[in-house]
């Protein structure tokens, strides 16, 4: 049975050459990366500081660990942080920050990842009133996943940055599709990057890679960051055996071929929209589509349905679906997955 997996673009498989690169290591290519002696590691992490614009750059085991050591290098137990209400951090990493960090969360609404600054104010606590926490951290997500995988453009980066020196706040960029932002844009990674105190994107979306993310900051923070992956499990010995795939991932070729997914997802979210169907469907700008439906109806018999027709995917609430676009994703694939997905919908919905 034929099967086109659009769950996440963490579902993606290594590319030849990465395989090739695997292939080649040797034992002089392998160390210790709890002691800095992986050489493998060392180089990745040069080169992903180096590509993000930051001082230092953190090999770790995934984008959720990254965020982590990111929080908790950046505030103290007992600080307030600023989350966005439909934030990966606030909604799909089990309250780390809350648990092991010992943070406040307070959350902020936006239009799709943007805050309303005004409004954004008004949650910033005195830090003279011994009664409340201290706010000291805001975070955004870009691309934002729940919205659609929807850009945060550069220019309201700048204008986060502003809000964050204002009120004596950390920011941090929750950068796991950072690269399809960029590329979306066709604007250099750093345009983004520039503005924010640290960042983590991961190598293990649509960059491919099997495992891994990266964190990026200053040296200081890495030093800090480092201490907290090790507290966290994620020291690890002979690691140049999963980060030499990372070492391709950054490769400019290969961040370019996001365009190929971005191109996908447009032709997929049209070809849905072409049966015209109770849906509404926002226009892609990377590799994320979501279809919300507009009809009441047990939407896990339609996931259910997809998964029978090899159509696999997620939904995000009870009446949106979401689709992702990923290395191994051809335009055969997305014209299959058109009709799959079409068909399912009628069977469910009703005609406009």
């Known amino acids: 049975m034929r099967i086109v997996d659009l769950r996440s673009d963490t579902v993606t498989k290594p590319s030849p050459e990465m395989w090739e690169t695997l292939r080649s290591l040797e034992n002089s290519d392998l160390g210790d990366d709890v002691e800095g002696e992986d050489p493998t590691v060392n180089k990745l992490e040069e080169k992903a500081a180096k590509l993000i ?69 008004t949650l910033i606590r005195d830090k003279e009133d011994i009664h409340e926490p201290p706010t000291t951290l805001f975070s955004v997500e870009n691309t934002h996943n729940y919205h659609g995988g929807v850009i945060v453009q550069p220019e309201v980066l700048k204008d986060m940055r502003d809000f964050s020196e204002k009120n004596s706040l950390k920011l941090h960029l929750d950068g796991a599709r950072i690269f399809n932002a960029a590329v979306g844009l066709g604007v250099p990674v750093t345009e983004f990057t520039k503005h924010v105190d640290s960042v983590m994107f991961c190598l293990s979306k649509g960059l491919s890679c099997p495992v891994g993310s990266i964190v990026a900051g200053s040296k200081e923070f890495i030093k800090s960051a480092r201490r907290y992956r090790k507290m966290l499990g994620g020291g690890m010995r002979q690691a140049a055996i999963i980060a030499s795939f990372g070492l391709i991932a950054l490769e400019p070729k290969w961040i370019k071929r996001l365009e190929e997914d971005h191109k996908n997802a447009k032709l997929l979210a049209e070809g849905i929209e072409s049966y015209d169907l109770p849906i509404n469907i926002d226009k892609p700008e990377t590799n994320i589509v979501i279809v919300k439906l507009l009809q009441k109806t047990r939407i896990v018999k339609i996931l259910n349905q997809l998964g029978k027709e090899g159509i696999l995917s997620f939904n995000i609430s009870k009446e949106k679906i979401r689709f992702v676009t990923h290395y191994g994703i051809n335009e055969d694939d997305i014209q299959f997955s058109v009709q799959k997905i079409g068909n399912t919908l009628s069977k469910f919905l009703i005609y406009k």
């Open 53 to 121: 614009g930051k001082e230092a750059a953190l090999f770790v085991t995934s984008g959720t660990q990254g965020n982590l050591v990111s929080l908790l290098s950046l505030t103290n137990p007992g600080d307030e942080i600023l989350l966005e209400e439909l934030s990966h951090i606030y909604k799909n990493e089990v309250g780390s920050a809350a648990r092991i960090g010992g943070l406040m969360i307070r959350t902020y609404p936006s239009i799709k990842g943007v805050p309303l600054f005004d409004q954004l104010q």
